[in-house]
């Protein structure tokens, strides 16, 4: 079975200073990875997320992650962050061989909380 | 487009009671999902419904049944409610077919067993 490992569990960073929130995850075969926000008191939604193809993936509010299969990372920068950054973090993967009604399944990290100070 | 929305938000039960989260989604999505949130231990699936007339066991569904009404719609029942379910419940829904393996989330069920 595929686990995620969020090595962090808090990060406090300063207004514009830049942050990195590592994951891990544990298969050696295809991945599918994917980070998701979820602001206070809301659902989650997709940051981004990695299917194939360039191993540094764009997202949305300036995100960025790269996809280091050796390392078996997908660690979530941003090099300036806001204030309104200020949520929790999960990394999460699926198995895109997964056969049956299994396909599509994620499994998700224990998040990371990242507060941005003024 | 509502995307996906869960009723209640809230819900304060006694332990032993009975009740029923509603999920529905309109975006014809074919996968739904329902989740529960407790601090620490990130997402953990309770059951999964592939497609219309089909569901799944997750990782933690002891406790719990669902329905697939029909596409649209994935209830999540709590037969006998007990404090270790307290927790904050989501339901998602997916397009189950490669390359679209997003899922899309709704707000979440508040849900307090005392």
């Known amino acids: 079975a595929q686990s995620v490992t969020q090595l962090d569990s808090q990060v406090p960073v300063f207004e514009e200073a830049p942050v990195e929130l590592r994951c891990n995850y544990s298969s050696s075969v295809s991945v599918y990875l994917f980070w998701y926000v979820q602001y206070p008191n809301q659902g989650l939604q997709l940051l981004l997320k990695y299917l194939s193809g360039s191993t540094l993936v764009k997202g949305i509010n300036g995100f960025e992650a790269e996809f280091n299969k050796s390392q078996t990372s997908f660690h979530l920068r941003k090099p300036s962050v806001h204030i309104s950054d200020t949520a929790e973090y999960f990394c999460a993967v699926s198995d895109p061989n997964a056969g049956g009604t299994s396909y599509g399944k994620l499994t998700f990290g224990q998040g990371t909380i990242l507060t941005v100070h003024p | 487009n509502a995307g996906v929305t869960q009723t209640p938000k809230f819900q304060v039960l006694k332990t032993g009671q009975s009740m029923t989260l509603q999920c529905a989604q309109d975006?014809?999505?074919?996968?739904m999902y329902w989740y529960r949130q407790d601090p620490g231990m990130g997402l953990r699936l309770i059951y999964y419904s592939a497609s219309e007339g089909t569901t799944d066991k997750g990782e933690v569904p002891n406790g719990y049944n669902v329905s697939r009404l029909n596409k649209r719609e994935f209830s999540l029942r709590l037969e006998s409610a007990a404090p270790s379910q307290t927790s904050v419940y989501f339901c998602a829904s997916s397009e189950w077919r490669q390359g679209t393996d997003t899922q899309y989330f709704g707000p979440g069920t508040r849900l307090t067993v005392l």
């Open positions: 975006m014809n999505h074919n996968s």
